[in-house]
């Protein structure tokens, strides 16, 4: 199978981010979360890392929304072709009638596949948070439906689901996701996971680390590597050997690739290393670089 190497959405939201991250080592580029309306996301401390490869962000799903993606999608496309790289485009709709609009958004500018964000922990009204869609496999299922139908007839769909504890959670979302593979023929793919939504950190003093919403943030990087580790090992056992699983979490440097692609994921995303190492593009070409030390046999 193909193999899988990008940046999470959240590191990529403009064309610049696009023509930066074209100059890497990814193969792939992935844009978002983009929503219907724009959002200025958060304010305030929104990311956090804690210097030991964990991180905390409340970004509040900040994006340009449909507006900006239809005038700049195409070039956004065109760049990432243009670097020899995919370009996919993570989106996040708020309700199933903004699949669609959001979908074909992406099939009508080059995009090459289609994430469906159903687990950003961040998004609150005032007081109330709003639940994570990916918990509810039905629900899912019915976003992931439309967004098939709506993404033209050859683009993958991926879906990128919440990390579960609840096993049984983790099972409805494997069939209902085999189940719609049967109808759209191997053209469904699971990225695993999203961050862990609600948790909280201090800053080394009394203030939380992150502003927003008393502080509760969704907890990525060296922090969750072995829930996702053991999330990528449920869905490998639950599914048919076709479908796709793309491993998130914790991966800083070829040891973690190398652990991801053993337990069967046919590539990674990578966000807190790539974000808390300042944007440096050396993170990507590091990591591949240490993988193939530690992997290929050595030259005589
Ligand atoms: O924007 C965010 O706050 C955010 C999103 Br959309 C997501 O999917 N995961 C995350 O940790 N943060």
Redesign the pocket.
Known sequence: MEFHFMNA??SCKQLADVEKLARSAVTEITA??ITVEPRP??SGN?FWDDGQGASL??????NGGLPYYREHLLKMAGVAHGGHKKLRV?I?PFSPDEVEPLAQLAAEHMVDSIEV?L?????WKGKVQKSVVGFDAALSAAYLDLALKSAGVVRPVWA?VPPYSDPSQLAAMAEAVTDLDTRYAGRIGIVAC??FPNGFAFDHGPKPAITPNCGL??V?GRAMKYIALGQVVQFRALLPPHIPVIGVGGIADGDDLADMLAVGAVGVQVNTAYTANGENLRVFTDILHRYVERTAPAVE
């Open positions: 959405a959240g978002g979360s996301g958060n929104v962000n409340s970004l509040g799903l900040p993570s996040a964000n687990s950003c922990p961040n998004v990128k999203n961050t943030a969704g990525a």
